[in-house]
């Protein structure tokens, strides 16, 4: 049947609304953010926070119990070795205690002088028997004496060296009971003090009894330390730490200065410790100790740092941005971009860094895919990049 005029201009007006509507209805893209599967270099970091502590710290105690002055000095001066860092003045002795201390020293001068006559009766004792020694070894050589008697004549030798020898260490005794006992006497005389000394040059990294007052001995005054010889503690999970060894390059940032500092891993501590995180989860956390590549003389003792143990690295890698991947049914999963529409594709992750992840298999260079996807984006459907580099 041949269709009017009329009939052919109603029907073309009904496709064209047809259309209009079917466009109209239509679901617009849903805009997404995109990134180009690339190779380049992928480096994958460990990150923990730490602070930086002096290598040799040395703490310096009180050696007796007494009257401790007050520490002149101050946190961050120079002390050289074997200098005065504090006085101490020991309590004053009773007339009885006083009167026993002054027996002990006499008892023990005369006991280092009966030492010292022992030692030096043995030592002509030896002479002479060494002298014996040497005649009859000529004299058992040429058959004039037997071996009984050149065997006890060298009997008589060694058993007067260790005899010798025992006496030496028994004067070198006394000498010390004469310096003890002494020491305690004079502590007893008007105004006398101990010094405590410097066992090394350094700096003064806490004063720790700075007043004058009464302390026992073993009270910890000062602690000494060179503050620019300085190391690096870094805890991190027990987990990640057995994927640290010594030697393994070490980036440090947010110390405060204005680039980051390079170091390497020197120890693993064996044993981790029990910490509880800021959301009040137990864990095991294990120290990394860290020496730098140049010493930085800004960093000082018990400053915070935060730094990234680089644990691998690895050129022309083949990957995707770590904010693109999604757990699948059975694996990672991403979308892909392909003429408009957004598909799903499983892909094969080996090592992954902080933004960045290797892909091993699923995707090649040059493909698009979306990151940070929305729980709206769905297989087959219709989006629009917004970026794509």
Known sequence: MKLSTTQKIVAGVTVVVIAILF?????APLPVDTEIVRRGVLTVRLEGEGRSRVKERFTISSPVNGRLERILLDEGDSVTSNAVVARITPPSLNTREYTRAEAAMRSSEAALGAAGARERQVKVDLEQARRKYDRYTVLFEQGAVSKEEYEEV????????KEYSAAT????SSRFDVDAARAVVDSALEGSFFEVRSPRDGLVLKILEKSERIIAAGTPLVEIGDAHDIELVIDVLSSDAVKVAPGMQVVIEEWGGGSALQG????IEPAAVTKISSLGIEEKRVNIIIDLDEPERRLGDNYRVQADIVLWRGDNVLQVPVSSLFRGDEDWEVFTVRRGRAIVQPVTIGRRGAYEAEVIDGVREGDLVVVHPTNDLEDGMRVKTLKGR
């Open 23 to 27: 466009i109209l209805m239509m679901p």
């Open 264 to 267: 390497r891993v020197r120890f």
């Open 154 to 161: 060298k009997a008589t030798r060694d058993m007067l060296a």
């Open 169 to 172: 260490m028994t004067t070198r």
